[in-house]
């Protein structure tokens, strides 16, 4: 679950831990992207953080900021995948679909 919390001029971003993620990617798309695309793509997507795992608050959840605001009229969309020492996770399925490939993953 990520939950977002506007802290003046930029957003903080900060989720649970995942079982076996030894770090996290954070993806940022803009709502007319997505629509435009009919779904989340990581070679579409900006990078915001790249293999982190640590917090900035005493709660030990890791998070991260972005510093930057919509565009009027503009939203933005997050994802957070998780890696262990196989990889960057895949996308997560929806409606039943299979998981779909991260095509843009972080190095």
């Known amino acids: 679950q990520l939950m977002l919390r506007n802290v003046g001029v930029s957003t903080q971003l900060e989720w649970g831990r995942s079982h076996r ?8 798309e803009t709502v007319a992207t997505l629509t435009t ?3 989340f793509r990581t070679s579409d997507a900006t990078k915001l953080a790249c293999s982190i795992n640590t917090h900035s608050n ?9 510093g930057t605001n919509p565009g009027a009229g503009q939203a933005f969309v997050y994802l957070v995948t998780g890696r262990n020492l196989q990889g960057e996770s895949l996308l997560g399925a929806s409606r039943g679909a299979p998981p779909r490939a991260n095509d843009g993953a972080c190095p």
């Open 21 to 28: 993620a030894v770090g996290y990617s954070v993806y940022r």
């Open 37 to 39: 695309a009919g779904r």
């Open 58 to 66: 005493t709660n030990g959840l890791p998070d991260t900021t972005d």
